[in-house]
């Protein structure tokens, strides 16, 4: 699933690159960069293929975020980037939530002595299914956890469940920056059937998200065109966007109609232009209609 996500994600970035320029003929992306946040000193995105994560340099070390490197030699290049920046060690890495395609492959962070952090409900996942390649946390947050490190406060809280029960929004105060992966994307609609996503407590969690003080989102992929940060808008018009489908899809269930016409009939004109609408629509319509009809 994460994998078909990465995907998508890392063709809609070529596709842009392609569409977006006068020249048709623009090269593909290269496979990893390193961006530093504009309006910072210190607050950088690394991003592999699809997937990208945010990471802190202070002169007390780094904080980074998640390796995503599952099946993928992602954290190796991640550490250099790292150390062309700094060489301060890196004290920390913390886990967005707990879906493999963002945590796993933190081995070399932990040979470098790195402490790892990541909800409870995470820790709780990864004990029960075991993966191969993902690092069991070292501590574990429930509502909230504050990090200072070198003169930078991060906040790492729960707002509750959403794409899974264990997202952290990482919130960088002074900066105004949040990091948080998955289920609010820039310009896109929920992937796929939204597996692991709690309905309606993403709406609620998105609420106290929008009351938060940030400026600038770091989600964990890139939108269109390879943007790698979105604005209070872009969570704003996610609320819209699942509280619109909710309306219709609950309106579907009251008249009667079955899963498969409701699929086929419900239009969203106003998020037919986000890339993902074409092919995950008709699956984000299904999640919502077994709430609607059958309360799950
Ligand atoms: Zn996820």
Redesign the pocket.
Known sequence: M?RIHATLAAAALAATALAGGTNAQQPAPPPYATTKVEGTDNVYIFRYGGHQSMFVVTPAGVIATDPISERRPAAKAYIEEIQKITKAPIKYVIYS?S?FD?IAGGQPFKDLGAVFIAHRNAKARIAALKPADVVMPDQVVDTKKVISLGGTTLELIYVGKN??DSMLVMRLPKEKIIFT??WIPIKGIQFREMADTYVPEIEEGLKKVIAMDWDKLIPGHPGPGGVQTGTKEDAKNQLAYLQDLSAAVKKAVDDNKSYADAEKEIKLPKYESWPNYGPFLQMNIERYYDYWNRGI
């Open positions: 994460s939530h879906h963002h794409h899974s992966v998955d």
